[in-house]
């Protein structure tokens, strides 16, 4: 059964430096509970490209992957498809806009 939530987030940081971190696949393991082992192709998120990660739970490694599915920087807006263990994937679709010139909104469902 598909569940669907969008879970949001202010960020005090400005809303380019916010995007950038969004689209840099490489610093990903930086702020999420995963360790980022290979992106192909590198460089910045575009479609297509695969991010291999693992995350350690339960005395063991976990394979994570993210498929880049579509990337509007017009939109500031990523989409992403997450293959975690068990069969469960995920549809990630998020959007990042501007509070003021010091914070932003990060939408993640």
């Known amino acids: ?36 082992e290979v992106v192909d192709p590198p460089g910045s998120a575009t479609p297509g490209q695969i991010i291999r990660a693992s995350t350690h739970t339960l ?3 976990w394979p994570v992957v993210i498929r880049v599915v579509g990337v509007d920087a017009a939109r500031r807006v990523v989409d992403l498809e997450t293959s975690l263990p068990f069969g469960i ?12 010139p010091t914070s932003s909104l990060v939408t993640f469902g």
């Open 1 to 36: 059964m598909p569940i669907s939530i969008c879970p949001a987030a202010n960020v005090t940081a400005p809303v380019d430096v916010v995007w950038s971190v969004l689209t840099d696949p490489e610093s990903y393991g930086e702020w999420w509970d995963a360790r980022t």
């Open 59 to 61: 005395g063991r490694n």
């Open 89 to 100: 994937s995920v549809r990630n679709h998020i959007i990042c806009s501007s509070l003021d």
